[in-house]
């Protein structure tokens, strides 16, 4: 079991984005406990096990391997990523709600045409491969591919500074509704760093869906992925080559070094 939990300790730790001396400076222990821990060299106590669980936002069941976290546990209970606020004007860019993830509702910002913060989830894997938070800064919009069904949904309503969990459907449609799908790359520029997002618009007979993932990955995932061969993918050319690897790594390795040719999605690349 010391092995267990360690590697659950590390797996977790790894998946948020955090390091060891984050996480000990949080249970105010020393790094070297943090390291004893996750080489299975010595046993967190109760009260610190009490407190990983409640950091990383699982159960103990799930901390000492007994039990894994369903597809909503992971989506809805997770801090992978600590969330960094953006310099913005809220000013709308490339048709762009940055705020998407804090607004209690996100049906009318995709009714007025505004492009959205979304996960997508292609049959059962989520993308980007990280969990919704609990705190501001996480989409609050999913997009789902699932059979021959396309879902959009609702699952956080920002409400005094927190996302509290939601389901509340938008819109459904069949997955032979949809015309053509476009997408793009693009980049922004937070206060500290900055990133790639993939631009994604779903083009239907009665609505044009705008969103944006911070993912390359889901750009791959829809190219390759049998459920999209009969639908018309629109991508500028430039950037087919590298998706056409047959290699997700290497493809998305090729994008991101063709950064000059990806257009600024926000910010100012003086930032980074």
């Keep these: 079991m ?7 300790i590390k797996k977790f730790r790894q998946e948020q ?21 996750e080489l299975g060299k010595s046993l967190p106590d109760i009260e610190n096990i ?40 809220k000013g709308k860019k490339n048709n762009a ?18 492009r959205v913060n979304t996960f997508v989830k ?9 969990t919704f938070s609990n705190l501001m800064g996480y989409a609050n919009c999913l997009c789902s591919f699932n059979g021959e069904e396309v879902s959009i949904d609702q699952i956080g309503k920002f409400k005094l500074a927190v996302n509290i969990p939601v389901e509340k459907p938008i819109a459904t449609f069949s997955l032979r509704d949809v015309l053509e ?10 206060n500290i760093g900055g990133n790639f ?12 869906y705008y969103f944006w993932v911070e993912s390359l990955k889901i750009a791959y995932v829809m190219w390759h992925h049998e459920k999209f061969k009969t639908i018309k993918l629109n991508l500028d050319e ?10 997700e790594e290497e493809a998305i390795e090729a994008i991101r070094n063709d950064a000059q040719n990806i257009p600024l999605f926000y910010g100012r690349e003086s930032d980074e």
């Design 122 to 130: 292609v049959e059962e894997a989520i993308y980007p491969q990280i």
């Design 2 to 8: 010391t092995v267990e939990i360690g590697k659950q």
């Design 181 to 190: 799908i476009n997408m793009q790359f693009g980049k922004y520029f937070r």
């Design 238 to 247: 430039k950037f087919q080559k590298a998706l056409e690897l047959l290699n």
């Design 50 to 89: 009490v407190r990983l669980c409640d950091y990383f936002n699982i159960s103990v069941d799930v901390l000492i391997g007994r039990k894994k976290p369903s597809f909503f546990e992971n989506l809805f209970g997770g801090k992978e990523r600590r969330p960094r606020l953006m310099e913005q004007d």
């Design 17 to 37: 984005g955090i390091s060891q001396q984050e996480l000990a400076d949080y249970l105010t222990l020393s790094r070297q406990t943090i390291s004893k821990w």
């Design 97 to 114: 709600a940055f705020y998407s993830a804090y607004v209690p509702e996100v049906q009318p910002l995709i009714l007025a045409g505004q």
């Design 197 to 208: 997002v993939t631009l994604i618009d779903i083009v239907t007979k009665d609505q044009t």
